[in-house]
C-alpha cells in the first residue's frame, strides 16, 4: 500500500526541539523527494522545505531557515524533519508529503506538535 | 517570492452547482507549474490537479483546472455532498513554493 505513516503527536516546551518522522511505503522511495507542510490551528498550510531522497538536496523556506533540518533515510524508507528553538507559534499539525516534480501527491496523516509551558 | 491569492475567501453554493474557484499570483509562474488540493476538516489535503489543468490520478472529472501565467481557476462542474471543503492552489515554477490562502466552499 504507497501510503506516508508520520509518527505521533508531541508536547514540547518553547526553547526545545521536536523531531518527526514519515515513513514511506509502497514505492520507491528514492525516486520522490518529501516535503513538510504546517498548518497551524485554523489557518492555512504554509511550505516549509523539500528534501530530495535521491540525492539528499534541500531547500527550506527562509521563515524557519536555521532552525529546521530535514533529512532522509534510505535504509528504512523514513524522513525527519527537526525543529529547534520552538517557538508557541510553532504549534500546528505537521505534514509530510511526496514530491513529484514539485506537486505534493501523496500525504502522511500529519502529526500535531502543541509548544507550551 | 510569488504570492498566491484566492478569491473568494468563501464560497456558499448548494449541492448540483457549478463552483469556480480562483487563484492569482503576484507574477508569472514559470511553466504554469501550479497544483490544487482539497482539504476536508481534520483530514491531510487531498491532490487535485497538476500544472494547472491536469487531473491527478482517481479524481473525478467534474473536477478541472485552467488558466496560465498569473490567473487560475478550478471549478468543480456540478456540486456533489463530498466536495464543500477548502481548496488550495500551490505554486512550484519558482522558490520558495507557496500556497494560497484557501477558499471554503460551504453548503448555501
Known amino acids: 500500500q504507497v501510503q506516508l505513516v508520520q509518527s505521533g503527536a508531541e508536547v514540547k516546551q518553547p526553547g526545545a526541539s521536536v523531531k518527526v518522522s514519515c515513513k514511506a511505503s509502497?514505492?520507491?522511495?528514492?525516486?520522490?523527494?518529501i516535503t513538510w507542510v504546517r498548518q497551524a490551528p485554523g489557518q492555512g498550510l504554509e511550505w516549509m522545505g523539500w528534501?530530495?531522497?535521491?540525492?539528499?538536496?534541500?531547500n527550506y523556506a527562509q521563515k524557519v531557515q536555521g532552525r529546521v533540518t530535514m533529512t532522509t533515510d534510505t535504509s528504512t524508507r523514513t524522513a525527519y524533519m527537526e525543529l529547534r528553538r520552538l517557538r508557541p507559534d510553532d504549534t500546528a499539525v505537521y505534514y509530510c508529503?511526496?514530491?513529484?516534480?514539485?506537486?505534493?501527491?501523496?500525504w502522511g496523516q500529519g502529526t500535531l506538535v502543541t509548544v507550551s509551558s | 517570492e510569488i504570492v498566491l491569492t484566492q478569491s473568494p475567501g468563501t464560497l456558499s453554493l448548494s449541492p448540483g452547482e457549478r463552483a469556480t474557484l480562483s487563484c492569482r499570483a503576484s507574477?508569472?509562474?514559470?511553466?504554469?507549474?501550479l497544483a490544487w488540493y482539497q482539504q476536508k476538516p481534520g483530514q491531510a489535503p487531498r491532490f487535485l490537479i497538476y500544472?494547472?489543468?491536469n487531473r491527478a490520478t482517481g479524481i473525478p472529472d467534474r473536477f478541472s483546472g485552467n488558466g496560465s501565467g498569473a490567473d487560475f481557476t478550478l471549478t468543480i462542474s456540478r456540486l456533489e455532498p463530498e466536495d464543500f471543503a477548502v481548496y488550495y492552489c500551490?505554486?512550484?515554477?519558482?522558490?520558495?513554493?507557496?500556497f494560497g490562502q484557501g477558499t471554503k466552499v460551504e453548503i448555501k
Open positions: 508529503a511526496r514530491v513529484h516534480v514539485g506537486w505534493f501527491d501523496l
Open positions: 509502497g514505492y520507491t522511495f528514492t525516486s520522490y523527494g
Open positions: 528534501i530530495s531522497a535521491y540525492n539528499g538536496n534541500r
Open positions: 507574477q508569472s509562474v514559470t511553466s504554469n507549474y
Open positions: 500544472a494547472a489543468s
Open positions: 500551490q505554486q512550484y515554477g519558482s522558490s520558495p513554493w507557496t
